[in-house]
């Protein structure tokens, strides 16, 4: 790998025609589909260590862009060739993101309702960190319609947790979770810098993600050994939120409205809710449909451009 700066505006990719731009939204909308089961898979295999969870999901992702990429003809090997600066973006990215997050519950596992609102901040940096980027402008409605998605999910989290109560002894812990939904925002605006390097590449992040995963669980953490269904949970893991999910938001920073996917990331915390709630693993209430309403709302809202001009 040759160092090298931040590639000019002139290197992203061409202007794409609008059917382009909404097909990419599309499929990077199935990585939204795709997280909204973390929820039930990662409580499935609950009582693992966070950094060995880390090395065998993004082990397992690994492996499934890999064979993804080969069964579809594609150079996963001569793709790895890149400048340090798109690994720096990808690793920090995907590494950074779950050690922090990971990090932040491990530090106030009593304040789970609050540290999830804090981290699911990340749509809103995506939303706002995407008119950085040359060629594109914020308006109104994206800004009203992340606030509405805010709104929404701050009223799920609030309905399942009885209330929020941002507990001053747990600065640490908000800060870590602040810092993850940073840097999963910044990580997925950047993707867009890097347009023209194929998404194969991320396969790559996640095998240096894994074996950063490994080696701070073996620095850190005593080795559990998964029982009965929760190896079926890693396994769907790795293959899916933490596996093909990767590979489908890549797709859709670099090639759709950033703005869209960003508000409509917003639908994780409802429907990640409702999943469980169909599972038996949580309740329903009032505050699940009206959340549904707020992020439903401000996702048409914020869409409302790319719809209009289809």
């Not at 990331?265 to 959340?291: D, H, K, M, N, R």
Request: glycine fraction near 14%; aromatic fraction near 10%; charge should be positive.
């Amino acid at each position: 790998m040759t160092a090298t700066a931040l590639p000019a505006p002139s290197a992203l990719p061409a202007a794409r025609s609008s059917s382009d731009v909404q097909r990419a939204t599309a499929v990077g909308s199935l990585a939204i589909l795709l997280w909204a089961s973390a929820g039930l898979l990662t409580t499935l295999a609950s009582g693992l260590p966070p950094f060995q969870m880390i090395a065998t999901t993004f082990g397992l992702a690994f492996l499934t862009g890999t064979i993804g990429g080969l069964s579809r003809g594609r150079d996963v090997i001569g793709v790895l060739r890149q400048p340090w600066p798109v690994w720096l973006v990808g690793v920090a990215g995907l590494f950074g993101y779950h050690a922090f997050y990971f990090l932040a519950f491990h530090l106030a596992p009593n304040a789970a309702v609050e540290v999830n609102l804090l981290n699911y901040l990340w749509p809103l940096c995506v939303v706002l960190f995407s008119a950085l980027l040359p060629g594109e402008r914020l308006k109104p409605a994206h800004i009203l319609g992340a606030l509405c998605g805010l709104a929404g999910t701050a009223l799920i989290v609030a309905g399942r947790g009885g209330g929020l109560a941002l507990d001053g002894g747990h600065l640490w812990a908000y800060a870590s979770a602040l810092a993850a939904a940073v840097i999963w925002g910044a990580y997925s605006v950047l993707s867009r810098r890097f347009g023209n390097v194929p998404t194969e590449v991320v396969g790559g992040f996640c095998l240096v993600t894994a074996l950063l995963g490994l080696g701070c669980h073996l620095a850190f953490e005593t080795t559990v050994m998964p029982q009965g269904w929760t190896w079926l949970a890693l396994l769907a893991l790795g293959i899916g939120p933490d596996g093909l999910a990767f590979f489908l938001w890549d797709y859709g920073m670099k090639r759709g409205d950033i703005r869209a996917l960003g508000v409509l990331s917003y639908a994780v915390p409802p429907a990640s809710t409702l999943l469980l709630i169909v599972t038996g693993q949580a309740a329903g209430g009032w505050s699940v449909w009206a959340a549904c309403a707020l992020i439903g709302g401000g996702a048409l809202l914020a869409s409302w451009d790319v719809i209009r001009k289809k």
